[in-house]
């Protein structure tokens, strides 16, 4: 099947509730992050829910944002690594082959999200924690680069399930981890090459959508739809990085 | 592609890169790299099937539906069950948690009897035997549970009256008020749900709704077609508080207020729809009896409320011109001596925006179609209730505590003597998963199985507006030596030679599924053969009837509560913060503070993670000379506890907001002795009509340490955070 997987987050529909995070932990084998862990500034969040403040006392405001890997068609990450170790699927994902990655970090370093993270020890559960471990997702070991992979477990398995049973892989047949728990629907996945999917439709269909930090040409399949505000002093276009406005 | 393989082609060629970007992965299938193991080797292949139980959680979030992927018979993965109407296949953070209950480190592996300082194991026959000689021997027993219903309400039930035990159920004060503000207000003692979809407006007075108000979850779905529905027109939402909470975050607008002023900017919006012609006078004077609004006109009580006058018509504006629209209160609104009042007033502008029972509005629910055979869940005792059992614990009039699911020794506040009183107990018996700081006094533990281990059938409060009963099924087996507290007090009744109506809980679930079957309407509908019934029912999650809805809905509120002001301890000049413990969306009220992916879940606001904290206002702050990390010591009439600072650019200047959840001495080594519990230093106020504990009715004085620590947060863990630039981007058309 010849799919683009992309995802679009609609800003008006999340409440930063972190449904998605902990969904994503529990799908994916995300190790505990502990105390300790935060300290280091080492935690692990495939997807993450950023705040940001606006204004002053009493006229502020807080915004969430979730935050997955952006899987951009021209991901930066790809092309430092020296090993191949991360590479763009024909599906569009941008994807870590774990036994291949040498840590070199270089990928984490060229990502403007910052959306992949490394293990600097070996992940730790307690004994009895590891009966929930997901057994189609690996482990990732100490050395290693990790990421969001768009839940390629759940693709994969209903890909051959429906190659089995000789049909299309429906739209809304599977879903991410984190898109499937959001209790608002904030988060929406599927084909943005299918222009019936609801994801490429939710796409096209407005004017709210913009991708992250756009102007880096890195073209995200992580799409966002604008957060609205309808009292916003100043509607916010989006800054990019060197701090001029799109 | 095996690591030699790969190995291989990069030798093959100097120019790999060329290879691999180049031509199609080097002749590779580049299906192959999506497996995220090679799976050649047979190590890697895991070998069984997915089975997707349905089961619910009715503990969580207010009861929802949910399915669990089991694999070769362990629970892996909690999704929401796309069936069940309450939450049509979503959750939130703590469902998805809950499968670290069940594969807990510490939990309690079986049953045990107290030897000394420590407990050893017993088996079940020796543990079951001696707590049926206790019952047999107490004069006095006492039954403590969470809010129950349905098959385990019937069974706890029996228990009590056969036993002669007294029946107490615990659960946070607020959800006291709010029961008795709903039995006033709408004549009914169950929570409300709430047609976001439909709904031009909603404005909260403190309930943190999408997050930990009563049905979080539930409210959430709605709230996602409340913004972006597809009923063409996106709905506003106002949020009234003294804190930016999880919830008014997405607010359009956040109103600040004077804690315990809510009823008061209640009856000032009542006033300006009257005024300015959303609604008639003689509709308010049906709604709000005797009170008279002339005597809350914005302009005259504004600066009482901490809000402008104009902010307080614009509320009135907001659910007056939008209605159907919607108005709910909760929290620490609740939290008051004049709680009672805060949360009626503000529940009675439903009925002038006619959004009671309407589409779009509030909705009653009918309850339980049979409460004799299937009890609607049962409400959780006062402060005022607490305290007379208390004394009577003092007096050593009780002599057998069984206490469940419930943790008043970490809940009710020192000044509420609870541990002194637990120490004049000849006997406690504790049936929870885990040490908790009850259970630590207990002699006898008697573990229950977690909820993913369970049989249940229990009405979820609030349901979705109709007739709901969810199924609970044992997905996995016990995963220690532990068992159903259903199961427990029916073998020790039957011990004690007590009479009994079922053998087993799951005897109790499959005989009030009869009961359902019986009842001739609803899903399933197919009522011919009880098995077929029974399984469809367990399958689909449960029963529902959505044809069952609150037929009338009263014309106005019964007995509406008199206005009343909030009475603080402590007096203003030498304390001068008002002191807000707030439930937050991890560990609610610290039911969840031992699972670790919740203690490492960042608060939503602060992004703080496995700790306590106050929220200090930028001004207040720098005025004390503190910032993140300094430690203060917050000091109330009735004790202190010593937190770092958050400084908070929502924080209001006299507020000092401090999350509850932490500060366990028990709960696994997940919770325990990590940060302070805020509700230890509460005042023992109550509010003055329903008897529950006014947590937020306490003045506090800051004051700094000179200690500091490592704050630890989610915020600036990124070496280039994005926080400099602004990422969220925002538009005025909707």
């Not at chain 1, 929406?188 to 040409?217: E, H, I, K």
């Not at chain 2, 029916?490 to 009961?515: F, H, M, P, T």
């Amino acid at each position: 099947m010849s799919a683009r997987w992309g995802m679009v987050i609609d800003l008006d529909r999340c409440t930063g509730c972190q449904a998605c995070v902990v969904a994503c932990q529990a799908e994916n084998n995300i190790p505990i992050n502990t105390e300790d862990i935060f300290h280091q500034r080492r935690a692990i969040e495939w997807i993450r829910v950023e705040r940001y403040w606006e204004g002053e006392y009493p006229n502020v405001k807080a915004r969430y944002i979730p935050i997955p890997c952006m899987h951009c068609a021209q991901a930066p990450c790809e092309s430092v690594c020296p090993v191949y170790a991360t590479y763009q699927t024909t599906q569009g994902i941008n994807m870590q082959i774990y036994n291949r990655c040498i840590g070199t970090r270089y990928c984490a370093v060229n990502c403007p999200w910052h959306v992949r993270f490394f293990n600097y020890w070996e992940p730790k559960w307690p004994e009895s924690l590891k009966h929930q471990l997901n057994p189609h997702v690996s482990v990732r070991s100490r050395g290693v680069m990790e990421k969001c992979t768009f839940c390629v477990q759940r693709i994969v398995r209903t890909e051959q399930e429906a190659q089995v049973e000789g049909r299309e892989v429906e739209d809304g047949e599977f879903t991410t981890a984190c898109a499937q728990a959001c209790p608002t629907d904030a988060i929406v996945f599927g084909d943005l090459d299918d222009p019936d999917s609801r994801v490429a439709q939710m796409a096209s269909d407005t004017d709210r959508g913009y991708q992250l930090l756009s102007g880096l040409g890195t073209d995200p399949a992580v799409l966002y739809l604008k957060k609205i505000d309808p009292d916003a002093t100043d509607e916010i276009d989006g800054i990019g990085p060197d701090g001029t406005r799109d | 592609m095996r690591r030699r393989d790969f190995l291989k082609l990069l030798t093959v060629s100097t120019t790999g890169a060329v290879l691999f970007t180049g031509c199609k992965l080097g002749g590779y299938d580049d299906r192959e790299f999506q497996k995220q193991s090679p799976v050649e080797h047979p190590a890697d292949l895991p070998f069984g099937r997915d089975n997707w139980y349905a089961t619910a959680f009715p503990a969580v979030g207010g009861g929802i539906g949910t399915i669990v992927r089991v694999f070769e018979g362990r629970a892996k993965k909690v999704e929401g069950n796309p069936d069940f109407p309450l939450n049509m296949g979503k959750t939130g953070p703590r469902a998805q948690a809950i499968v670290q209950e069940v594969y807990h480190p510490d939990r309690i592996d079986g049953p045990m009897r107290r030897n000394g300082n420590s407990f050893e194991r017993i088996s079940w026959s020796d543990a079951t035997a001696e707590v049926a000689q206790l019952v047999q021997n107490a004069s006095n027993p006492l039954l403590v549970t969470e809010p129950i219903s349905g098959a385990i309400a019937r069974i706890a039930g029996e228990f009590a009256e056969e036993s002669g035990a007294q029946h107490l159920v615990y659960e946070p004060d607020e959800f006291v008020v709010l029961r008795e503000a709903m039995r006033r207000v709408f004549g009914t003692d169950r929570f409300p749900a709430l047609d976001l979809p439909n709904a031009g407006a909603v404005v909260s007075f403190g309930a943190d709704f999408l997050h930990n108000w009563i049905s979080p979850v539930q409210f959430s779905v709605g709230y996602g077609e409340f913004r972006q529905g597809g009923n063409g027109s996106r709905g506003s939402y106002f949020h009234v508080g003294p804190r930016l909470s999880d919830s008014a975050a997405s607010a359009d607008r956040w109103y600040p207020n004077t804690p315990g002023t809510e009823g008061m900017i209640a009856l000032s919006v009542a006033y300006t729809m009257v005024e300015e012609g959303m609604a008639t006078e003689e509709r308010a004077e049906e709604v709000f009896g005797g009170i008279s609004l002339d005597d809350y006109v914005p302009e005259d009580i504004a600066d009482q409320t901490g809000l402008t006058a104009d902010q307080i018509r614009d509320i009135a504006r907001e659910l007056g011109r939008n209605a159907p629209s919607i108005a709910i209160a909760g929290g620490s609104a609740a939290a008051h001596t004049n709680g009672l009042f805060n949360l009626a007033a503000v529940f009675a502008l439903n009925y002038l925006t006619e959004s009671v029972n309407t589409e779009g509005g509030l909705l009653l629910n009918p309850g339980s179609p049979d409460p004799d055979v299937i009890p609607n869940r049962i409400g959780g005792a006062s402060y005022q209730e607490w305290d007379q059992i208390i004394e009577e614990m003092l007096a050593g009039d009780i002599d057998l505590l069984m206490v469940h699911k419930a943790n008043p020794a970490f809940g009710l506040p020192e000044a509420s003597r609870f541990h002194d009183g637990l120490d004049q107990v000849s006997t406690v018996v504790s049936f929870s998963s885990f040490m908790d700081e009850t259970t630590r006094h207990a002699d006898l533990i008697l573990p229950d199985n977690t909820t993913l281990e369970q049989w249940g059938l229990d009405l979820p409060d609030p349901a979705p507006g109709f007739q709901l009963i969810s199924v609970q099924q044992p997905v996995v087996e016990p995963f220690v030596s532990s068992r159903n507290f259903g199961d427990s007090l029916i073998r020790i009744a039957n011990e004690a030679g007590l009479s009994y109506s079922w053998s087993s809980v799951q005897d109790a679930v499959r005989s009030l599924g009869g009961a359902l079957a019986e009842v001739g309407r609803g899903l399933p509908d197919d009522n011919d053969d009880p098995r077929e019934f029974f399984l469809a029912m367990q399958t689909q999650g449960g029963w529902w009837d959505e044809e069952s809805r609150m037929e009338e809905a009263p014309s106005g509120p019964e007995d509406m509560p008199s206005p009343s002001e909030a009475q603080f301890s402590g007096d203003e000049s030498e304390y001068d913060f008002y002191f807000l413990p707030f439930p937050t969306n991890s560990w609610e009220y610290g039911e969840t503070a031992n699972l670790p992916w919740l203690q490492g879940l960042p608060d939503p606001i602060t992004t703080a993670v496995w700790t306590t904290w106050v929220e200090l206002n930028m001004d207040t702050a720098e005025e004390m000379g503190v910032q993140l990390g300094d430690m203060v010591r917050i000091e109330s009439p009735s004790g202190s506890i010593e937190v770092p600072v958050y400084v908070n650019p929502a924080a209001p200047p006299n507020v000092a907001a401090v999350p509850i959840g932490q500060g366990h001495t028990e709960y696994t080594h997940y919770a325990e002795d990590r940060g302070a519990n805020p509700i230890e230093i509460v005042a023992a106020q109550t509010d003055g009509e329903t008897g529950a504990l006014a947590w937020a009715a306490t003045r506090v004085r800051l004051e700094p340490t000179g200690e500091r620590i490592r704050f630890p947060r989610f915020e600036r863990q990124l070496p280039f955070q994005l926080e400099d630039n602004p990422v969220v981007q925002v538009t005025r058309d909707a």
